[in-house]
């Protein structure tokens, strides 16, 4: 099936091959940006039908830089297998869908991952009440795993390093998985860290389950564009970077009209007041200063969608600056 | 001699309720216990469910009077030991269920769109029906108006069928793929029998070849070659596609249920027709397929529910139907862990639109008497 489909996006890109997606976009009048049929935290449609969430974050900001307006953009739902060929075949100018950045998504399927939005990885949870504090305490452990995912192979791969045996409970969804960690089918639930937040969040008592520290697996989730029209991804790439730079240098959306002001060279570049960054890009030269003023920096989307204060409850770990303990760096704007 | 024309009741055992009971339920001991065993299981479960979803149950505000926006809000995670269902996530997303993200001021042309499709429904249902021609004649050119209400054009503002999703798109591809598979598999059915060596061949293989795939396959197909084989520049809406790949699957399937029915028809039936000078075409519409058709309808309908429930299928390609908005709504970190509610609401609403059909199929064979025995003596 992988195989069928990667055939299928390498022909439809070779049918729909074209470069000058900006200007297809601004002749359109809105973004389509590919998302998630439904993923806490990441995009999901609120009780008025809006999207939201971190990704749906991603997709509104690349509508901002380009039209300087938030609501410029059209979710389309896509799902697991059928996120490649939408992109390939041109329905969607971007996908900003949870996906993993590997070499062969990179290369082979043609596409082109312009950025890190959310540095995820796979773990484990665990009744609090087995009082294990380290996976490589689970010796003999059930557990319940997603089948035909990689992280099926990881978790294969980790007990076998450690010397350590299990047996798996083969699931198809994160719904059964939930069911059955919680009907105490399976000790241990394991999927990429954000899943397990929002598994644990969906707990009648979310304090009788802890999320262990071990993180098995490398899982960068970005947006990505197709491949040969780099200027488009230069736009894509570059406003998820002017969130991550406001953060850097302190720029919210409630402080942004003062910081135009401000007498710090490059916080002047982002913003526009200086230099002709915008144009390059082919963009208004306020465009960085429109995502700050409607979207927010990067720490305000993450705090608003999967941040301690949601339900979610994710810590910024990975996912802080890199002058905090984190791995966020984006390339100086000059 | 008084006494012998006295008329003697039949024993109380075996009528009324008493009788009823002990034919059907007690009949011997065997019987007795599954009875027994039945009751016990219903006497748990029943008064159960119907305190989990209505008398313990938060429809709108949660126990301590509060309008509930959020999962925490409800009495059952409020109160873990008290409190049943919390429906007010299906009454606070009642909208996106219904009608998708269909835009607030456009909706009122769906629900005309609903209401028209009650009245071109009325006379298909009921033979009876006063004026039924000139319902059907509405029957007929329903589907050009909806087509129009629906997406916009002739003075209407077109809504993009990316933005139809819930009840909606599950109605559309449903009554959609059920209407147009109907005559398809008919001509496919009638083709497959033909004579002719190409026409048979080719309907064979159309045949054989979509139900040879999973439904998923065609979706797939659908969605990603069908735009290669179109020109350039036409671009095909993706609900279109996916109604094309649901509608060749029905219609594979529904062509061998009628190729069943026709091959109950004696020949003799055939016969007389030819006998009469009748052509290929009026034999068939006229004799053959009136009959072959009132034998169909049990694996007509079957197939019917079948497809209905099978457009949940299209969350695979990326369509929110009444589940996929479902699902959506369960990964809203404000409604997160409310799957119980959110799976019974909508197996309830399929289970509302199956039962009804299949309980139409009986009235329809009651109706039509497919059970007598035709043509043969």
Redesign the interface.
Known sequence: MKKLLSIFAVVAFAFSAHAGTLDDVKNRGFLKCGVTTGLAGFAAPDDSGEWAGLDADMCRAVAVAVFGDRSKVEFITTTGKSRFPTLASGEVDMLARNTTWTISRDVNLGFEFVGVNFYDGQGFMVPSALGVSSATELDGATVCIQTGTTTELNLADFFRLNGISYEALPIETNDEGKENLFAGRCDVYTTDASGLSSTRAAASNPDKWVVLPEIISKEPLGPLVRHGDHQWGDVVRWSLNAMIIAEELGITSENVDAQTSSNVPEVLRLLGVEGNYGEMLELSNDWAYQIIKQIGNYSESYEANVGPDTPLEIARGLNALWTQGGILYAPPFR | MNEMNEVRKPPVATTGIIGWLRINLFFNWTNSLITLFVIYCLYQFIPWILDWTIFSADFKYNYLGEQI?NQ?MCS??LD?ENGGACWAVIY??F??FIY??YPKVEVWRVNLAYIMLAFALLPLLYAKLPYRKYFLYFTYIFPVIAYFLLNGGFGFTEV?T?KWGGLLVTLVLGCTGIALAFPIGIMLALGRRSKLPVISMMCTLFIEFIRGVPLITLL?FG???L??FLPEGIDMD?LVRVLVAVTLFQSAYMAEVIRGGLQAIPPGQYEAAKSLGMSYWRMNLLIILPQAIRISIPPIVNTSIGLFKDTTLV??????DLL??G????????W??L?YEIYFFVSLVFFIFTFGMSRYSLYLEKKLKTGINMGAD
């Open positions: 926006t925490e059952r995670n873990p606070v997303r909208y996106q998708g993200f993009s990316n797939f969605m990603v070659m735009p290669l993706g969350i695979i390609v990326g369509i929110l996929g908005i699902r959506g709504t369960l990964a809203d970190t404000n997160l862990g799957s």
